[in-house]
Nanobody
Framework: QVQLVESGGGSVQAGGSLRLSCAGSGFTFNTYSMAWFRQAPGKEREGVASIIDGVVTYADSVKGRFTISKDSAKDTLYLQVNSLKPEDTGMYYC??????????????????WGQGTQVTVSS
């Protein structure tokens, strides 16, 4: 079955960087829409970045700081997060859908989710 396992989260100071990874298994990586979401305590889950047929989309709040990429040979999705701010704190999830989604950063488009990796940014 489809499995997504995130890693790479941690605690960093403002201005720091992390590289989040999402290892996929049980599906053909290249045929899926993939995305990263995050959820801060007390807030709704929000889309951060997506990659669909090579086209990337970013939330305005992370443009220029976050980079999504994937290595299909390793079935792994990445999110490079730079210039971190305290408001970037949250649980980061990767998500997948078997096909092309029409609203890349909408969580209801995706039906497979990982368990999340925590990112905490201190000021």
């Amino acid at each position: 079955q489809v499995q997504l396992v995130e890693s790479g989260g941690g605690s960093v100071q403002a201005g720091g960087s992390l590289r989040l990874s999402c290892a996929g298994s049980g599906f053909t990586f290249n045929t899926y829409s993939m995305a990263w979401f995050r959820q801060a305590p007390g807030k709704e889950r929000e889309g951060v970045a997506s990659i669909i047929d090579g086209v990337v989309t970013y939330a305005d709040s992370v443009k220029g700081r976050f980079t999504i990429s994937k290595d299909s040979a390793k079935d792994t999705l990445y999110l490079q997060v730079n210039s971190l701010k305290p408001e970037d704190t949250g649980m980061y999830y990767c998500a997948a859908y078997p096909g092309v989604v029409f609203t890349p950063l909408a969580d209801w488009e995706y039906n497979y989710w990982g368990q999340g990796t925590q990112v905490t940014v201190s000021s």
